[in-house]
């Protein structure tokens, strides 16, 4: 079992930065990979970024590529999100997965997700 708990949500303007924090606890999160996921009212789920368990293979949506960076502290067990440069079309619910390979969760598969963060873009 993993346990996720985001934090960092929050509202900003067109063109500012948030940074979302996941803590996870359980007994494999040193061998899981973690993602990002957003879900905005009326849209289908969208896949925002992964990375594998060591760091060292990182994936990103097309929607965010240059802009948003996941990284990850295992000795923290925390995975975080930084969003630079943010636009209105990034206000979503934000969640936090852990899943098999960061290649799979590239692809939409997670077995584990948090409760969610609100992050809302104002124009």
């Known amino acids: 079992q993993v346990q996720l708990v985001e934090s960092g949500g929050g509202s900003v303007q067109a063109g500012g930065s948030l940074r979302l924090s996941c803590a996870a606890s359980?007994?494999?999160?040193?061998?899981?990979?973690m993602g990002w996921f957003r879900q905005a009212p009326g849209k289908e789920r969208e896949f925002v970024a992964a990375?594998?368990?060591?760091?060292?293979?990182?994936y990103y949506g097309d929607s965010v590529k240059g802009r948003f960076t996941i990284s990850r502290d295992n000795a923290k067990n925390m995975v975080y999100l930084q969003m630079n440069s943010l636009k209105p079309e990034d206000t979503a619910v934000y969640y936090c997965?852990?899943?098999?390979?960061?290649?799979?969760?590239?692809?939409?598969?997670?077995?584990?997700r948090g409760q969610g963060t609100q992050v809302t873009v104002s124009s």
């Open positions: 990375i594998s368990s060591s760091g060292g293979s990182t």
């Open positions: 359980g007994r494999t999160v040193g061998s899981t990979a």
């Open positions: 997965n852990a899943g098999l390979t960061a290649a799979t969760l590239s692809r939409g598969g997670y077995n584990y």
